[in-house]
């Protein structure tokens, strides 16, 4: 029997059952079972990944030029900062002591105030851009979102144990990132599973926002950013970016950074919830990156 296409119906519908079990291991997460994210980071690798071999599901269905992901981090890496980037966590402090937790949403997105008190737009990233993002630095390594899902989906038994140990491994221990309280304990919480989970949260969020307000948007204006590339190859790609107030704000190593110009867009206003329907939210500046 020869093999017949899937209808976009059939692949949309398959969409809908990836963010279903996404949500679901969301919330077995959060209720403590971290383990979750083991299959979490496979179906994340379906929605996402793309290679000559893969063939994502967001390709399949034609969205992976279109569909914007959330940039959840306030601030991003800096290749300025000596100091260890963990962009995708929060600390949480308890009777117990520190934890290292995802950043979330509720009380992230659409509450962040500038200096004037003025809430920050949220940005929407294209998906190679979002996907190669460094979201954890530590002197010279280099950890993106991508980096995280693939070890954890291909070599940390999401669908595959690899029998050595990689070093984004590491990455488990609280104490790679430098934190510690008056005491010289480190932080109680796994940083990578952390990270793990808060890729998911940007993910509905993202699935959340394309639904409702794909076609809502004003005409835009542009901006400069400068990227820096610190890749060791094409196929592993880490990328930083920075938004340019002013020409005059760009890198002073020139020989690594490109600046492009980008539109971006803002989207139209209208009420919208979260995933778990809570107090609708109005009048959201999200600013999508063309």
């Not at 800096?78 to 290292?100: H, V």
């Not at 990132?177 to 890729?199: E, H, K, V």
Request: glycine fraction near 4%; charged fraction near 25%; include cysteine.
């Amino acid at each position: 029997m020869s093999k017949q296409k899937l209808s976009i119906q059939e692949k949309n519908n398959k969409l809908d059952v990836q963010l279903d079990l996404l949500r679901h291991y969301a919330k077995m997460f959060d209720s403590g079972v971290t383990d979750m994210v083991l299959p979490m980071a496979t179906q994340v690798r379906v929605l996402i990944h793309q290679t000559y071999n893969s063939n994502s599901l967001l390709n399949q269905l034609d969205l992976i030029n279109k569909f914007k992901a959330w940039h959840s981090p306030n601030s991003s890496f800096s290749p300025n900062n000596l100091l260890p980037s963990w962009d995708l966590l929060m600390m949480s402090i308890g009777a117990e002591g520190a934890s290292y937790m995802p950043l979330g949403s509720k009380e992230v997105f659409n509450n962040r105030r500038d200096s004037s008190d003025k809430i920050l737009s949220e940005v929407f990233c294209p998906v190679e851009l979002w996907w190669q993002q460094i979201v954890f630095a530590q002197q010279s390594e280099y950890i993106s979102r991508r980096d995280i899902v693939l070890f954890i989906a291909n070599k940390d038994g999401g669908s595959h144990v690899d029998e050595k140990k990689d070093p984004i491994d590491d990455f488990k221990k609280s104490q790679l990132l430098g934190f510690y309280d008056r005491n010289g304990n480190y932080p109680n919480g796994n940083p990578l599973y952390s990270a793990m989970r808060q890729i998911v949260e940007e993910l509905l969020v993202s699935f959340e926002v394309f639904k409702t307000h794909n076609t809502l948007t004003t005409p835009g204006f542009k901006q400069k950013i400068e990227f820096l590339d610190l890749s060791e190859n094409e196929n592993k790609r880490h990328l930083y970016f920075n938004f340019l107030r002013d020409i005059s704000d760009k890198s002073k190593d020139q020989n690594s950074f490109q600046i492009k110009e980008f539109t971006f867009k803002y989207y139209g206003n209208s009420n919208w919830s979260f995933l778990e329907k809570s107090k609708p939210s109005k009048d959201i500046p999200i600013i999508e990156v063309k």
